[in-house]
């Protein structure tokens, strides 16, 4: 059993995994006549198919605590995937880059905390452990491929690893 | 001056101008071992053109206050458009069909109240109002076409038309 360590989620720690997306220190401009403000384009969707083509769906994921074990990662190797709370509730993102074997290079795991008002976009084919939203349950929207063909890897880890969620911004969602 | 009376907006009633995102009364599979509840593929992401893609936007919405009234309508002829509240945000979504003179048809004018767990994808080149968030301040996700290219129309109407938000379900955020 090894230790992640929680990481705050931002823009640049989590580029080489995919897009936040959130309104923080983000550029914006108005349109409708000044009455709405636009934080454009936070996220690109991939589809590398044409059988595949974008779609919304609605997730409601399960509460989950302190401590998060996880076993496992997924890829969706034909396209991008976001995950966006509906109701403001946090989850953990984690991640791996890709090794010389086309499997997860668990030394280069990584955690993060997402809050409420963030959500995040996988890009297409990175590993990440399914939705583990925090403390409560969670709707979520989520933008990805939808077709025919088979898009999901699913890969064992050597070893179990649980998240350390020591980080302050996840205090108030201890168990 | 005419009065568009507010609608409760159901699935089978926008279908003419797009998708309802919604959890109540829709299908759903476990996915993720259980874990999660997935509404699989609500609203379908559409693009036009190959100079466009699909990007993921957020937008905060002023809040307007009854009576509502608009002079206006838009289309995004390359591609949808969905809204979809982060925060539980009812808004007001105006549509109207497209007329003999690829303008609105007036007399098929529609407003829907949008409960805060409910969005709505526009189909590409549906005649819509901009956002009109109830009562607070929103904020919104958007999917939408990104890229190069003229994307918007607008049409002034023949005369201003007031919302009549007498409908129950907008009563709470009557201002």
Chains 1, 2 share one sequence.
Not at 100 to 113: I, K, V
Request: proline share 6%; glycine share 10%; charged share 20%.
């Amino acid at each position: 059993m090894s230790i992640l360590k929680l990481e705050i989620l931002t823009r640049v720690a989590f580029a080489p995994f995919g897009d936040v997306i959130e309104t923080e220190g983000r550029e914006s401009y108005p349109i409708n006549k000044g009455t709405t403000q636009r934080f454009h384009d936070l996220a690109s969707v991939q589809i590398a198919d044409a059988q595949g083509r974008a779609g919304i769906s609605l997730a409601r994921g399960n509460a989950f605590n302190y401590p998060l074990s996880i076993t496992m990662l997924e890829r969706h190797p034909l396209g991008s995937q976001a995950w966006i709370p509906c109701n403001q509730t946090p989850f953990v993102a984690i991640v791996a880059p890709n090794g010389p074997n086309d499997t997860p290079d668990e030394s280069g795991l990584r955690a993060f905390y997402v809050q409420g008002n963030q959500g995040v976009n996988y890009h297409r084919g990175t590993w990440h452990h399914p939705l583990m939203t925090l403390g409560q349950q969670g709707d979520f929207i989520v933008v990805d491929r939808v077709g025919e063909g088979e898009n999901c890897d699913e890969h064992e880890l050597s070893k179990s690893y649980v998240v350390d969620g020591s980080y302050a911004g996840s205090q108030m969602v201890q168990a």
